[in-house]
């Protein structure tokens, strides 16, 4: 059983910066494919990124790409999530989630297995 616990999230202005971290524990964190999802009020839980178990291939949704960059330390057993140039449009709850690392990399929601209690993040003007 894998444990997600989020950090990071908090209130930004426009134009600026956040980064959020997830640390896993429970498992062995190169078994996993990792993603970043995020979820806004009245919203369904939407893709943000994903990387594969190595760390060598990322994948981001459009509304972000150019903007966030995910990375991973295995031997932290440790995921970032680096948001720069936020939008008001980005305010969400942020989740990370692990799935198998037979999934490669996928921003569906279904093939991932744990997930974390998330982070929020607020962007104002």
């Known amino acids: 059983q894998v444990q997600l616990v989020e950090s990071g999230g908090g209130l930004v202005q426009a134009g600026g910066s956040l980064r959020l971290s997830c640390v896993a524990s429970?498992?062995?964190?190169?078994?996993?494919?990792m993603a970043w999802f995020r979820q806004a009020p009245g919203k369904e839980r939407k893709f943000v990124a994903a990387?594969?178990?190595?760390?060598?291939?990322?994948f981001y949704a459009d509304s972000v790409k150019g903007r966030f960059t995910i990375s991973r330390e295995n031997a932290k057993n440790m995921l970032y999530l680096q948001m720069n140039s936020l939008k008001r449009e980005d305010t969400a709850h942020y989740y990370c989630?692990?799935?198998?690392?037979?999934?490669?990399?996928?921003?569906?929601?279904?093939?991932?297995?744990?997930w974390g209690q998330g982070t929020q993040v607020t962007v104002s003007l």
């Open positions: 989630a692990a799935g198998r690392r037979r999934i490669g990399i996928s921003s569906n929601a279904l093939h991932y297995d744990y």
């Open positions: 990387i594969k178990w190595s760390g060598e291939t990322t």
């Open positions: 429970g498992g062995t964190f190169s078994d996993y494919a």
